[in-house]
Structures are given as structure tokens and as C-alpha cells.
């Protein structure tokens, strides 16, 4: 949840099946849609076809819209992170990474990453505010975003992308120094990308803002927490990481271990199979 057309098609022709829905997030982009299909969620949410509900964390629940609307099947929550494939391992074909990666990389260290969708929540203002006050780092941006493109496109330490194909996400993760994941807002639920991160032992930045990505992220144990949305802060903090080494590969090493211990999809397999033999 959302996916207003999936979660149609489960009340209507899964009625006798085992259903674990996973609660995700409250966001739908569509105001319109969102008037009309509340409605039909809380009918959806509290029916008999659902066996379980997956809540992917304590703290988004909390000021969550199905706190409000639940009901009936409030026994039926569970907490429970999310499982993800552990990539790190998986082989990279160089041919399948643009020359221009290839290059970057050979050619800087200390490399900055941020990658996200064009998204309003994203913080790609701080990406900017970051960009123009550290003209002497190098930094690997991957995001459609033209004022991004237009305004930083001839700056050397940058290498700007639309987009990264499989492999290259994998060769940028692998070989990035810092994560930066400025969300601003709580519609970023979770934040997979963190997870992806961890797995490659990639400390990331994040600000404080009430929702899953403090399931992921302990300040300065797996990552750097930002209390308040400060631009100025997220950046001493961005520094102070960035120059302290024996920081940084603290961190990393702890986020590959929180993936482990949390994040497998082992984990996940284990919790969802316990759930369906106990409904």
C-alpha cells in the first residue's frame, strides 16, 4: 500500500487467499483519487481477507492515516523492517558502465553521492546548498533534474547523470565515500535507498522527520542524524564525516552489519512465513 489498482483487484478475486499487506506509506500522488479511495481503504483495511498487516515502521504508524481509520483488525499489525537482496557480491561488468563513470571515479576520491527521482520531498535544495559550499569535494549526482543539470553541468568535480542502469548502481554504491539522503518531509516513508546503501558498508546523511528512516539510520553508529531541517547543520555534518576517516569507516562497517542483522531477505522470509502459519 498504495497501489490503488493491486489493492482493488485483492478485495475483489483474493477472498480466499492469505493476504500480508504492506503498509508502506500514506502518500498518493493523486488528491483526487485519494478523496475516493480513503474511502474504499477503510473498508479494504478492515475486512476479513486481510491476515496481516506488515507496517514498515513503528514511528510512521504513529501519525500515519491508518491509525486513524483502523479498526477493526488493530491486532493484526506487526512492525517488521523490510527485507532486500544483498547485491554487494553480485559480479559487475565493466562494459556495462558509461566511460564517463568509469573515469570520475579513477580519476577523484572521496567521492559524494546522491541519487533520487525528481521528487518534491527529495531535498534538492540542500543537494544545491551542498553543491555551492563544497567547491572542492567531488560529488556523483544521478537525478533528472534539470535546474541540477543547466546550473552545475561545467563544474569539474561533478559528474551530473540522469540516471544509473543496473550495474552502475551497483559500481557507484561500491564505490562512493558518503551517502547524502536529505528528505525533507515524511513522504519519504522508509527510504530504501538507505538500505541499498548499508549494504555496501555506505554511511549515509539524513535529516530527522519522523518516519522509517531512524529505523535505519543511528546517529553516528550507522549513519549522521540531522535533529532539525538546517541546511547550514547538514553540512558541518557533511564536513566533520567527511575529514574524519576513522569516523566514516565506523560507520561503514556498522551499516553493512545493521543490513545483516536487519535488512536480509532471510529476515524477512523467516518473519513473513511465521506470520502466515500463525493466520
Known amino acids: 500500500f498504495p497501489w490503488p489498482f493491486a489493492d482493488f483487484c485483492v478485495f475483489l478475486f483474493c477472498k480466499n487467499k492469505k ?33 496481516c498487516i506488515n ?6 504508524f504513529e501519525s500515519s492515516d491508518l491509525k486513524k481509520i483502523i ?13 532486500y537482496e544483498d547485491l554487494s557480491n553480485i559480479h559487475i561488468p565493466l562494459e556495462s558502465i558509461r566511460n564517463e563513470i568509469k573515469v570520475f571515479f579513477n580519476q577523484n576520491k572521496k567521492i559524494i ?6 521528487r518534491h520531498y527529495k531535498g534538492l535544495d540542500v543537494i544545491e546548498y551542498i553543491i555551492s559550499n563544497n567547491k572542492n569535494k ?28 543496473y550495474f552502475e548502481k551497483l559500481y557507484v554504491l561500491k564505490k562512493s565515500y558518503l551517502n547524502l539522503f536529505p528528505s525533507l518531509n515524511r513522504a519519504e516513508s522508509l527510504g530504501l ?18 518516519s522509517g528512516t531512524s529505523l535505519i539510520i543511528k546517529d553516528n553508529e550507522t ?21 574524519d576517516e576513522t569516523l566514516r569507516n565506523s560507520l561503514s562497517e556498522k551499516s553493512r552489519s545493521n543490513y545483516l542483522d536487519n535488512f536480509s531477505v532471510k529476515k524477512f522470509d523467516n518473519y513473513a512465513k511465521n506470520l502466515l502459519a500463525k493466520h
Not at 499487506?21 to 483495511?45: A, G, R
Not at 479498526?71 to 527485507?83: A, P, T, V
Not at 549526482?141 to 544509473?164: E, F, Q, V
Open 71 to 83: 479498526k477493526k483488525n488493530k491486532y493484526l499489525i506487526n512492525f517488521q523492517k523490510m527485507g
Open 113 to 118: 553521492l546522491f541519487f533520487g527521482r525528481n
Open 223 to 243: 549513519g549522521i542524524i540531522v535533529k532539525n531541517i538546517d541546511f547550514d547543520e547538514y553540512n558541518k555534518k557533511l564536513n566533520n564525516l567527511y575529514f
Open 19 to 51: 493476504i500480508i499487506l504492506n503498509y508502506h506509506s500514506d502518500i498518493i500522488k493523486q488528491k483526487f483519487l485519494k478523496y475516493f479511495y480513503i474511502k474504499f481503504f477503510k473498508i479494504f483495511i478492515n475486512s476479513k481477507i486481510i491476515n
Open 193 to 210: 535507498t538507505l538500505i541499498e546503501c548499508q549494504m555496501f558498508g555506505l554511511p549515509s546523511l539524513v535529516f530527522e522527520i519522523n
Open 138 to 165: 567531488n560529488f556523483l549526482i544521478s537525478c533528472n533534474n534539470l535546474m541540477l543539470h543547466k546550473k552545475y553541468k561545467s563544474n569539474r568535480n561533478i559528474l551530473l547523470l540522469d540516471g544509473l542502469n
Open 55 to 60: 507496517v514498515s515502521s513503528e514511528k510512521y
